[in-house]
């Protein structure tokens, strides 16, 4: 073929030829120094794996199905794919040429590699984040503190860790068994793929299995399933497709088969070489997809030795969703990804999102609440943080990047000590004589000590009790069940939100605040619309204040409304709504990853 120079059309027909997947050969690339296996190989005389089970499979006339459990280990791999057709998933000639959409993503403002310039790394995964963000009254400071190193791959450890402990103990199996009956109802309903039909996923929940006649030799089985459960997690994170671990279902409804083999393998035409070269390899059929890992090689799981099995899965996960191979070196769908991306400390890059967004769409999710949280380290400087809060689980919202953190979504308990599920709302009460947060549920609140990262003692309290009407007034308390609180930093009051109606509540007369003159007032009186169109609607989600903005903003389902009036230093409160606009058109990859 031609030298280019650029990943071409004729490139990538080549990258996706029709085989038993598409090998990462490492032996055609530049090499790091070889590796001694540091334990004695067990070889295995005539060993010979039993075919996955597909009958629909495409790869063999001759296949059976077999299935039975054993107990053994986990590898790591290069990758390979193989499609039905040559045009890459989701990619279709209305949408535009895949180098197209590459060129706009590497001259993105939030591309990686810019990031990557900006910060002086050597190799493009190797970027100083943010821990906090940092702010000054209400002015967000021009300087981010760096990550401490290690602080994702620690994340991500504990992750792991905790899985192999609710693994080990049953706790995820029995998990599994209660959610089956659910997840196959779900199965049944949804659909999410925008791609090209036969070669994504349709359903909302995507099911997988370690087949138990072919585990590794190399890591415990729960070792493996904990590996290969991460993986699916990462791409989770990041599309409107929930992974799902599935050891009930017949074993050709589950859409992504793993298995490991050596040499002959599977039913596979495509080989495995043994050690080194050939790692791995996908195959992606119109409703399925398999990924067949070598386990010659020398797999670990969160080491710098070996082949990470962590990451070969994310590679060929990522086959399996569609995507084809790409000429940047610093994406985990790079040919060669093995020799320069890290065992460990390593995510999916901004490009890798967004070509599995184009084929899968964007996570559109609703939230009980969304606030910034202030708080003030020990030398006295005042940090935030951005927190969007559904159901049981919050993720941080890292502004400088304009997307989640590592690993999020995470359960609100234990990390919001003492703080419930399915919060209606929280306010950070911020005068001159009152720093206080809290959390409102139901017909009571609670007083969060930041410094102490808990629930402060004595709460919760009741609402009506504490947040009383002024007394002979005929103003009402603060009713229960509120739909969200806001705290005003243009006049220092509380405005408290149910149904249709706006509740002003004056801080400074303590308990017995309710009401401000003219409350409670119509939700549209009180925040008129620039059109009819912008109006705001009734039992709003949240209600909240970015300090990264330094504006105002309404949630409902799966909108958000600005209100383009508000000035922090605007004591007469001007007030104007626009919207509505999509949630994930501003704050991205905010996803769920559990069913």
């Keep these: 073929m031609p030298v280019t120079g650029q990943l071409d059309e004729a490139t990538l027909r080549l990258m996706s030829e029709s085989r038993c997947g598409n090998p990462d050969d490492e032996s055609r690339a530049a090499r790091f120094k070889p590796m001694i296996h540091p334990r004695k190989r067990h070889w295995r005389k005539g060993h010979s794996y039993q075919p996955l089970g597909r009958h629909r499979r495409d790869l063999s006339s001759e296949t059976r199905t077999t299935e039975e459990y054993r107990t053994d280990q986990l590898s790591d791999a290069e990758n390979i794919i193989h499609f039905s057709e040559d045009s890459n998933p989701g990619f279709s000639e209305e949408s535009g040429n895949l180098e197209e959409l590459r060129q706009r993503l590497s001259s993105a403002d939030d591309d990686w590699s810019t990031l990557n310039q900006k910060s002086g790394a050597k190799q493009f995964h190797q970027k100083v984040l943010p821990v906090h963000e940092l702010v000054l009254g209400d002015k967000r400071i021009s300087t981010e503190e760096p990550l401490l190193p290690g602080t994702s791959v620690t994340r991500r450890k504990r992750w792991l860790e905790r899985y192999l402990k609710d693994l080990e103990s049953g706790q995820l199996d029995k998990k599994l068994e209660e959610q089956y009956e659910k997840m196959k109802a779900r199965r049944r309903k949804r659909s999410v793929a925008s791609g090209v039909e036969g070669q994504s996923f349709t359903n909302e929940i995507v099911t997988w299995r370690l087949i138990g006649s072919a585990y590794s030799n190399q890591l415990t089985v729960n070792t493996?399933?904990?590996?290969?459960?991460?993986?699916?997690?990462?791409?989770?994170?990041?599309?409107?497709?929930?992974?799902?671990?599935?050891?009930?279902?017949?074993?050709?409804?589950?859409?992504?088969?793993?298995?490991?083999?050596?040499?002959?393998?599977?039913?596979?035409?495509?080989?495995?070489?043994?050690?080194?070269?050939?790692?791995?390899?996908?195959?992606?059929?119109?409703?399925?997809?398999?990924?067949?890992?070598?386990?010659?090689?020398?797999l670990t799981v969160g080491s710098d030795q070996g082949t990470n099995l962590i990451k070969v899965a994310v590679h060929e996960v990522g086959h399996a969703l569609g995507l084809f191979h790409t000429s940047r070196n610093y994406s985990i769908m790079y040919a060669i990804y093995s020799q320069v991306i890290p065992n460990n400390n390593f995510e999916l890059g901004w490009e890798d999102r967004k070509l599995v967004q184009h084929v899968y769409g964007i996570c559109k999710v609703h939230f009980n609440t969304v606030f910034d949280w202030v708080r003030r380290r020990p030398d006295g400087q005042l940090i935030y943080n951005t927190y969007f809060?559904?159901?049981?689980?919050?993720?941080?919202?890292?502004?400088?990047?304009?997307?989640?953190?590592?690993?999020?979504?995470?359960?609100?308990?234990?990390?919001?000590?003492?703080?419930?599920?399915?919060?209606?709302?929280?306010?950070?009460?911020?005068?001159?004589?009152?720093?206080?947060?809290?959390?409102?549920?139901?017909?009571?609140?609670?007083?969060?000590?930041?410094?102490?990262?808990?629930?402060?003692?004595?709460?919760?309290?009741?609402?009506?009790?504490?947040?009383?009407?002024?007394?002979?007034?005929?103003?009402?308390?603060?009713?229960?069940?509120?739909?969200?609180?806001?705290f005003d930093k243009r006049d220092g009051n509380l405005y408290f939100f149910k149904g249709n109606l706006v509740y002003a509540y004056d801080v400074s007369r303590g308990k017995e605040g309710c009401c401000l003159p003219g409350y409670p007032k119509h939700i549209h009186k009180e925040f008129p619309s620039v059109t009819k169109e912008s109006s705001l609607p009734s039992h709003l989600d949240a209600v909240y204040y970015s300090y990264t903005d330094r504006s105002m903003y309404f949630f409902k389902g799966i909108h958000y409304w600005h209100n383009v009036a508000f000035n922090p230093l605007d004591r007469r409160r001007t007030n104007k709504v626009k919207g509505p606009w999509l949630i994930a058109s501003k704050w991205y990859d905010i996803c769920d990853v559990e069913v």
């Design 224 to 298: 493996q399933r904990a590996a290969l459960a991460l993986a699916f997690r990462m791409w989770g994170e990041v599309i409107p497709l929930v992974f799902q671990e599935d050891t009930r279902s017949p074993v050709d409804d589950v859409d992504v088969l793993i298995a490991f083999g050596r040499g002959e393998h599977l039913n596979c035409p495509n080989h495995f070489d043994g050690f080194g070269g050939q790692l791995s390899h996908a195959i992606k059929m119109s409703a399925n997809a398999e990924i067949h890992v070598d386990d010659d090689e020398y």
């Design 389 to 486: 809060f559904r159901d049981n689980r919050y993720w941080m919202y890292e502004n400088r990047y304009n997307r989640t953190r590592y690993g999020d979504p995470l359960s609100i308990m234990p990390e919001w000590k003492g703080i419930p599920d399915n919060i209606d709302g929280y306010a950070h009460v911020w005068t001159y004589t009152e720093d206080s947060a809290y959390f409102f549920k139901g017909h009571r609140f609670w007083l969060y000590n930041s410094a102490e990262d808990r629930v402060a003692s004595g709460y919760p309290k009741n609402i009506s009790s504490e947040f009383r009407a002024i007394p002979g007034s005929d103003f009402p308390n603060i009713p229960g069940h509120l739909d969200s609180i806001f």
